[in-house]
């Protein structure tokens, strides 16, 4: 017998999905405002949600320049628990029909995950080096802004309803279907995905910031249906589930080995360079028939692993890690405005932060010279041996 959410469920639920939203945001004045009668704004939104009569708010869209110029959607702070309500509801359902290669925004599988599988897929295919190896990289243009939102719908309700006739887990016999109310994710699947996100959207700044971002990254230029929000946590998932078509076309049809792709960016590895070309082809029609998606030519390269790969901020050369010049360029623009200050405790965990990531990498001389002359630095603390940890006095 098919589960069925119950009113309490929901309520419940819900409360669990406002503690997912509010987390890091405790400050803000609209979640201040939300908490002031948190118990009768998620009833409300509990009603509409029972009586499928909710409807999303218009966002406010502003733009970004940090690390790159983006136009970013922030939808209202009830918004928020519902995508977070239907986030907790779903995710892991969809996460397990992806490749173990989709790395971006799932546990345990970020950037640094993503750089140790490409190593490791190099180092297969090259027979550790030993071998002429390529790394075929492509990137599509102006993805979230051409995501055709009734094609993810098709392919969102797809996987919904083929994972429900799946059991939970190894140990548990029941399947999704016993768990999940279905027709309750059928409706808030439609509501989130075909929601117009510029309808009726407070713009924060001034047309200027819009007149220098590139007409193909603004949704106010997409065509009619097509377009997610960045921004919110559900355009995430929906980014990994409309692109899982192409990881399991490369995977099932072009029986591409070593695969993988972060958001919008992908990579086939393989010692023969004629094979990669032809995958370029394959891959492309792909994306333009099925998903009706361009891939950046500009940014479509076969690369000689012995010249060195440059994926998620890693430059990868045989045997060892190196960051990446642009990643270290907004490293050090960041970290030269950190110079005067005079807070211990906001230098210690910037200082860290940058240590950690760059523990990951060949980088003791690059740590050195970023941190090694500040005056205040050496004032409040000290760092470890290896310049591995930096701590207080």
């Given at each position: ?29 609209y ?15 509990c ?30 702070f ?78 969102t ?20 279907g ?107 029609f792909?994306?333009?028939?099925h ?71 060949s ?31």
């Amino acid at each position: 017998m098919a589960y069925s959410l119950t009113y309490d469920q929901l309520l419940f639920d819900l409360h669990v999905a406002y503690i997912d939203a509010r987390r890091g945001k405790r400050q803000k004045p609209y979640q201040q405002r939300f908490e002031q009668h948190a118990a009768e704004n998620l009833r409300l939104l509990c009603d509409e949600l029972w009586n499928r009569r909710y409807r999303p708010g218009p966002s406010t869209c502003f733009i970004i320049t940090d690390p790159k110029m983006r136009e970013v959607f922030a939808a209202q702070f009830r918004d928020r628990i519902v995508h977070h309500l239907y986030f907790n509801y779903t995710h892991e359902m969809l996460e397990r029909t992806f490749i173990e290669d989709s790395y971006s925004c799932i546990k345990h599988r970020g950037t640094h995950y993503g750089i140790c599988r490409l190593e490791r897929h190099i180092r297969q295919e090259s027979q550790n080096y030993m071998e002429t190896c390529y790394v075929l990289k492509m990137d599509i243009r102006g993805y979230f802004m051409h995501i055709s939102r009734p094609r993810l719908l098709d392919i969102t309700l797809r996987q919904l309803r083929r994972m429900a006739t799946h059991r939970f887990s190894k140990y548990d016999t029941r399947q999704w279907g016993d768990i999940v109310d279905l027709p309750f994710l059928e409706y808030l699947s439609h509501v989130i995905i075909m929601q117009d996100p510029v309808a009726d959207c407070r713009r924060r700044g001034t047309l200027a910031d819009w007149h220098r971002l590139p007409p193909e990254k603004s949704l106010f230029h997409s065509a009619p249906g097509c377009g997610l929000p960045i921004g919110n946590l559900t355009s995430q998932l929906f980014s990994n589930v409309y692109l899982n078509e192409l990881d399991q076309y490369a995977k099932r049809v072009l029986r591409c080995r070593h695969y993988g792709r972060y958001v919008d960016d992908f990579y086939v590895v393989s010692a023969d360079r004629d094979l990669l070309r032809k995958a370029a082809k394959s891959l492309t029609f792909f994306l333009k028939e099925h998903l009706s998606l361009e891939v950046n030519e500009k940014k479509t390269v076969i690369c000689d692993v012995r010249q060195g790969v440059t994926f998620l901020g890693a430059y990868l050369k045989p045997r060892r890690r190196y960051v990446s010049n642009s990643t270290l360029h907004r490293m050090k623009s960041k970290v030269a405005c950190l110079h005067q200050t005079k807070d211990p405790r906001l230098l210690r965990s910037t200082v860290n932060s940058y240590l950690g990531l760059l523990s990951h990498y060949s980088s003791y001389h690059i740590r050195r010279n970023l941190f090694y002359g500040w005056p205040s630095v050496h004032r409040y603390g000290y760092f470890l041996r290896g310049m591995s940890k930096y701590v207080l006095r």
